[in-house]
């Protein structure tokens, strides 16, 4: 991961990661690109806020990208974060690993990586230096799966990885990938909750 992104993520999340003094200096290493920081941050945020209200000590002990997803291992949590990471590994299959943009899975020298078209291709494309932490999706995201959590419970996980009717036929995890679609799927489950519309 680019320095600065992990910085990032390290300097804001640091209660949550088991990280290793290293020089005097604190380091966690995310052993994947780029692309996946807005979903990690949207999840790592989700977990704070989560073990906060719980009391929980949850520590991710690593981060890493395995066949073409994302793997976070932890310990501590309980099984609304256990759900949190599951979702976030669903989502990230539709998430370009190199840039952020909706991706999938694609198989290269042999090995599934989640890849956006414009990252497709035999030849590697230098990472994009320039990205940023994109706010509005990262508030959305935590929005739209605490909704989840909170709906549907132990069956949460299921529900983002099937197909669904209310969303003509789309994954909810794939839609999770995108702001638009993370204010879709927070919409739905709102009236749902509500009982309007329904
Ligand atoms: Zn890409």
Known sequence: MNNSIEMHLVTHYRSLLFTQDYCGQSTFG???NDGWANLIEATLRLTQQHAE???????VTQAK???????????????SIGAAFEIAESVSGSVCEMCGMPGGAICIDGWLQARCG???????????????????YIASYVEAVNLILSFFGE?????????R???????????????????????????LEHGVGV
């Open 30 to 32: 995310f052993e994947c």
């Open 53 to 59: 209200l719980k009391a929980l000590d949850v520590k």
């Open 65 to 79: 990208e395995k066949f073409g997803q994302l793997r976070i291992y932890h310990r501590g949590g309980d099984e």
């Open 118 to 136: 414009h990252h497709s291709g035999p030849h590697q494309i230098a990472r994009d230096e320039n990205l940023k932490s994109d706010e509005n």
């Open 155 to 163: 069956g949460a996980v299921l529900w983002v990885q099937q197909e």
């Open 165 to 191: 009717t209310a969303f003509a036929g789309r994954r909810p995890c794939g839609m999770l990938a995108t702001e638009e679609g993370c204010q879709t799927i927070f919409t739905f489950l709102n009236r």
